[in-house]
């Protein structure tokens, strides 16, 4: 068991992490690592798929972006489904990382993926955009980032529906710099996290936008100090746990951990969930509400009939030793 205690100042977030998985199975191309892993406390599965290149800053040439969309449309292929029969109805989350230094930083210039392929709304273009096929996938994907997240790898980051960092974490746009024009979402995310005015700063500027600061303009959901306290002297740390915080393993353990939590809930309203957020968040309020309306009437009619959705809940409320969880968040 390894642990790591993540501390920050009174305006961040301070986490303990403590990890234990196992790995149930591995594949992966030179490039992109896929690893199914079982969560400690939930017993459920999360799938982490990382980027492979640490000796190019897992820049993504035409290859890996072509692994990325076959993975991500497998992954969504597998767990579309939000029925029991469904085999893969135990996977809690997707985790996104880097190997090494770096989440991304950005493309390949060695050998880019095309533009127009890229920006095209053609089916057989669609298929190996990784952004879109990101964006079928009905679980939770969680981004684990450290170190660069420079354009294209910022564009993958904001295609993920939780983002943790470490404080390595750092934050780049620079599309304009090079006369570049963003086709994986960067333009529209981006001002939906931030908004309006941050983001045209950001992109406008292409200049690098710290951890700290991301956290602060909500960038980053969560960020990771690894440390033993603000004020407290930092001891030297161990070279086998310099390894890995230099690694990114305290954003992926805090990943894992988000993971596990959410593997405790109920993972078919997780999906559902889910689908009521983007959907009704790509509305304007009252749409979706209506939306949100529709979405929980079809759920309560499929779970009705068993009878047991409030029987469960009512047993949970009057069970006096059910666990009592302190919040992190």
């Known amino acids: 068991m390894t642990t790591h205690q993540a501390s920050t100042n009174s305006t961040h977030n301070i986490h303990a992490i403590t ?21 400690p406390q939930s017993g459920k599965k999360a799938i982490i798929v990382s980027l492979n290149r640490p000796s190019k800053q897992n820049c993504f040439n035409t290859n890996v972006v072509h692994s990325l969309s076959s993975i991500f449309h497998t ?21 996104f990382t880097g190997k090494g230094k770096t989440f991304c930083a950005g493309a390949d210039l060695t050998n880019p993926p095309n533009p127009i392929v890229q920006s095209s709304d053609l089916p057989s273009c669609l298929a190996m955009n990784p952004v879109h096929q990101m964006s079928l996938i009905s679980i939770p994907i969680i981004g684990a980032l450290h170190g660069h997240v420079i354009t294209g790898g910022f564009e993958l980051a ?68 690894v440390g033993s306290g603000k004020d407290a002297p930092e001891p030297e740390p161990e070279p086998d746990k310099q390894e890995e915080e230099e690694e990114g393993m305290a954003s992926l353990k805090r990943a894992i951990e988000i993971a596990d939590m959410i593997g405790l809930q109920d993972l078919t309203m997780v999906k559902r969930y889910k689908k009521a957020l983007e959907e009704g968040g790509k509305m304007d309020l009252e749409k979706g509400l209506h939306r949100e309306r529709e979405l929980g009437l079809a759920h309560y009619v499929t779970i009705m009939n068993d009878g047991s959705t409030f029987e469960n809940a009512k047993e949970y409320m009057e069970n006096d030793q059910r666990p009592r969880l302190q919040s992190k968040l």
């Open 19 to 39: 990890t234990t998985t196992t790995t149930t199975s591995t594949s992966s191309s030179d490039d992109v690592e896929t690893k199914t892993i079982q969560l």
């Open 75 to 95: 992954i969504a292929q597998t767990t579309a489904n939000d029925n029991d029969s469904n085999k893969n109805n135990d996977i809690a989350c997707v985790i």
């Open 158 to 225: 904001l295609a993920c529906d939780v983002l943790v960092g470490d404080t390595t974490t750092k934050f780049r746009d620079t599309h304009v710099k090079f006369g570049l024009a963003p086709c994986w979402g960067l333009s529209q995310r981006l001002q939906r996290r931030i908004g309006s005015g941050r983001a045209k700063l950001v992109s406008f500027t292409a200049k690098p936008l710290d951890a700290r600061l991301a956290y602060e303009w909500g960038l980053l959901d969560e960020l990771v100090v």
